[in-house]
């Protein structure tokens, strides 16, 4: 009936009024005044579809993973639907078709069943408040759908599923045991995502609020249809006994008109849809009917049908007709609420379709949290590239995702353990870069070069590139230049330094090799060795400083020990004059063969063979430098440079006890694989470093293979723990050490580049928490320029010193002889002016000066 056709009748109905005896009113005024208001019933409907159309271009979409010890309760889920009768659009009646919450389960890109909710935009504070009735289930942005291929009819199959009789008569209430959603995981798991066949099961609902619900209860109940259960209450005619079937079919109808109309369970307005692509229309065909017998599980007093109408055997009129399926298709697109009046159901009779896979559904392809995880702490700042906060990642909140980090002056040293390939290196470059560009220096170890290859294009920029450093001894570049640095050359010609120089060197040694205190003899001599070199080198110019290569030599060849001894102190000298004698002669091949070892690589001879150093840790402590060293990955020799570097700064920071609090500038080193230099003092470096300015970010794959010791002072004294992925027994040993939630073995599925955290906030640990790992290209994009490298290398070598391998051969070569000249000619010297001369004296790494021979 058209618009002008409603207002002459309107306008009919007016005159009549006078005619019938009431107040008299023209004609005019009458087709005036129906004008008006049929203007504003057609204003009131333009309103009506813009405002809906603006609400459902808003609608929030989130796909709700519960773990699998879930396990609702049939009033958790009537207390989730009550609380959602707050969620819906703002705008009553005008926006009535964008205000149902969506519940979906749908399969996704790799094949899983995903459980999604999704409802009008702006309520989503109010749909996460609502969801806090499941605990421990997670909420994500959407999965990504399958790749989408071209829909025709023959490949895609649509069912809109309705109420088969009146409301008043119940589906059955079967609760939530067994798990209605295994039945739909199986009747899908056929599907195949790479063909772009997918399934989906939408429900949408529009909860009645407590006056609605009233109305329509009422209504139901003065339904009186002879054939409802109102009637049976009466028996045939109205009156008279009735017979047994007759009271068995009376009884079981009163319980399911009082469980449809009992007022403490929520009402439901709903519009149920099933859709199946394929990749052919008899496969769409049977999945629908496998849904279809799912659905059939619910069947009682009613029973849910497709809507259309049924040709006998000539086919079925439904929602796939040509004229159908296009509006079908862009409701279940949009979310837009078509529902009948007529269907309504409590929760009870749908609960199975209002709530994620619980602890009943056994299916495989069914996708779920990897655990009941705390949500991130209240207080954990945001990471947007300023100075002081080092990322962790981003979190999901209630606010949405967001990119989180821990404050660099909470952090004292890190440990993150987990598989190969999860993440850990990836997140430990986008931690480091984030510290060195902000002006901190650091040391990052990588024994493979990838890393340090992908850190170098963060460091291009002019005022960070000048304090790049870099150390690459890998197998890739046989002949880098190198730098300079010579593990006995004193850069304060202190005994304190001298001191410091020679626990690295022995404390790396013990690490490498793995000596405790059953190698006594070999740590004697490592100590005695390094001692007599780093008091020879307070004698000598620097340029003459011994090396590390004088180790065999002054054990190995007696006439330049014999020239070394009058440089040494007493308790020195009288080691090698009275107790080295009568060592036998294979003693030293536990120290002299890994040096051996050293010498004969290239690379490393021109590293550690200098001289004078143009790389030394106290000076990349006090300027702020970036070092990014690579001792190689797999040998002995590999492990004895990593630990000469990672001791060699520890002891350097330990040795700045002297300076003012104010002077300890924080140095962060990273340690990948860090049982590499778990040797016996490294428990009490890690601890007495932090004190004095050192800084730590420490990693390896599992927990297990550190000493008891170590992983004591890491578990006692970390201010965050992390971990992705590790085995049954290593997330025991972590999740002991949290002392909370989540359970252990979560710890042992967790997605690759995921993983948990506990951080220190404040004066507070925070309970472990998911961050999802962001790739150090994403986090910062910005700082990126691999075209670039040639300039940083310019810079390095400036910074560094380095120089081609083969000029730095020139100086290794003939060193210990030129110390011997030297020796021998200040002897000579001293010989001839000896007389009346003042003695020589020497200073002793404790401090005092003694007389030479």
Request: aromatic share 4%; proline share 6%; with cysteine.
């Amino acid at each position: 009936m058209g618009a002008g056709m409603l207002l002459l009748l309107a306008a009919r109905g007016l005159s009549g009024l006078a005619a019938s005896g009431g107040p008299s009113i023209p004609m005019g005024r009458v087709l005036l005044l129906v004008g008006g208001g049929g203007g504003l019933a057609a204003a009131a409907g333009v309103l009506r579809v813009v405002l809906t159309r603006r609400a459902l271009a808003s609608r929030v979409t989130l796909d709700l993973l519960a773990p699998e010890e879930f396990d609702p309760s049939s009033e958790d889920v009537e207390q989730l639907v009550a609380a959602l009768g707050r969620v819906g659009s703002r705008g009553g009646w005008l926006t009535r078709g964008a205000s149902a919450v969506r519940f979906e389960v749908v399969t996704d890109a790799e094949g899983l069943v995903r459980y999604r909710i999704s409802a009008p935009g702006r309520s989503r504070p109010a749909l996460e408040s609502a969801l806090a009735t499941y605990p421990g289930v997670e909420l994500h942005e959407p999965a990504a759908d399958p790749a989408p291929v071209t829909s025709r009819l023959r490949r895609v199959v649509r069912v809109r599923l309705i109420l088969a009789r009146s409301a008043r008569e119940a589906l059955a209430e079967t609760g939530l045991q067994p798990d209605l959603i295994q039945g739909l995981a199986a009747a899908v798991s056929q599907l195949e995502p790479g063909d772009g066949e997918q399934a989906r099961v939408v429900l949408d609902a529009r909860i009645l609020s407590p006056a609605q619900a009233g109305r329509v209860r009422r209504r139901l109940l003065r339904d009186r249809d002879q054939r409802g259960p109102l009637a049976l209450l009466q028996g045939p005619g109205g009156q008279g006994r009735t017979t047994p079937s007759e009271s068995v079919q009376r009884r079981h109808d009163t319980q399911g008109l009082d469980r449809k109309l009992a007022p403490q369970h929520p009402l439901l307005q709903f519009q149920l849809s099933l859709r199946v692509q394929a990749r052919d229309r008899q496969r769409a065909l049977e999945t629908t009917r496998s849904l279809l017998a799912v659905m059939d599980g619910l069947s009682a007093a009613n029973h849910l049908r497709a809507r259309g109408l049924r040709l006998g055997g000539l086919g079925f009129l439904g929602d796939d007709l040509p004229g159908r399926r296009r509006l079908f298709d862009r409701r279940l697109a949009d979310g837009r609420f078509t529902a009948r009046r007529g269907d309504i159901v409590s929760v009870r009779e749908v609960q199975g379709l209002l709530k994620p896979p619980t602890v009943h559904c056994h299916a495989e392809n069914v996708a779920r949290s990897r655990g009941a995880i705390p949500a991130p702490p209240r207080g954990l700042p945001e990471y947007h590239g300023q100075r002081g906060v080092i990322p962790l990642g981003w979190v999901q909140t209630r606010t949405g995702r967001r990119t989180v980090g821990v404050r660099a002056e909470e952090t004292f040293f890190a440990y993150m353990a987990g598989r190969s390939r999860y993440g850990k290196t990836e997140t430990a470059i986008g931690q480091f870069v984030a510290l060195v560009r902000s002006g901190h220096g650091g040391l990052f170890l990588d024994p493979h070069a990838d890393a340090i290859a992908e850190i170098k294009t963060y460091l291009t920029d002019p005022g960070v590139r000048e304090r790049v450093v870099e150390i690459d001894l890998s197998d890739r570049k046989s002949d880098n230049n190198q730098p300079g640095w010579n593990l006995f050359g004193l850069t304060s010609r202190s005994p304190i330094e001298a001191a410091a120089r020679v626990d690295a060197f022995v404390d790396a040694l013990a690490a490498a090799l793995g000596w405790d205190e059953r190698n006594t003899r070999a740590l004697n001599l490592a100590t005695q060795a390094a001692q007599a070199l780093t008091e020879l080198a307070l004698t000598l110019p620097p340029e003459l400083a011994p090396t590390i290569f004088e180790v065999p030599t002054l054990l190995s060849d007696e006439a330049w020990r014999e020239a070394v001894l009058p440089r040494l102190s007493a308790p020195t000298r009288s080691f090698f004059t009275d107790r080295f004698p009568s060592l036998p002669g294979e003693a030293i091949t536990a120290v002299t063969n890994l040096l051996d070892r050293l010498r004969a690589s290239r690379s490393v001879a021109a590293l550690l063979g200098s001289p004078v150093s143009t790389y030394d840790a106290r000076r990349a402590m006090a300027n702020d430098w970036i070092v990014l060293a690579c001792p190689g990955s797999g040998s002995t020799r590999d492990r004895l440079i990593a630990n000469l570097l990672v001791y060699d700064v520890l002891h350097a920071a330990k040795a700045r006890a002297s300076m003012p609090v104010s002077a300890r500038r924080p140095f962060w080193v990273f340690l990948d694989e860090l049982q590499t230099y778990d040797g016996p003092n490294l428990p009490a470096l890690l601890e007495q470093s932090a004190k004095y300015g050192g800084r730590a970010f420490l990693f390896n794959q599992n927990p297990e293979r550190l000493s008891q010791a170590t992983w004591t002072a890491v578990s006692t004294n970390r201010s965050h723990l992390m971990s992705t992925t590790v085995n049954a027994k290593a997330a025991r040993m972590i999740g002991a050490e949290w002392g909370t939630p989540p359970a252990a073995d979560v710890l042992t599925r967790l997605d690759r580049y995921t993983y948990l955290a506990s951080v220190t906030i404040g004066t507070e640990v925070a309970r472990p928490f998911l961050v999802h790992g962001i790739p150090a290209a994403e986090l910062h994009a910005e700082h990126r320029h691999p075209g670039q490298l040639g300039a940083l290398d310019a810079a390095i070598d400036e910074t560094a010193g380095r120089q081609p391998v083969q000029e730095r051969l020139g100086v290794v070569d003939g060193h210990a002889r030129r110390i011997a000249s030297e020796l021998s000619a200040s002897r000579q010297g001293r010989v001839q002016g000896a007389r009346g001369s003042r003695p020589h004296l020497i200073s002793t790494p404790s401090g005092r000066e003694e007389q030479s021979s």
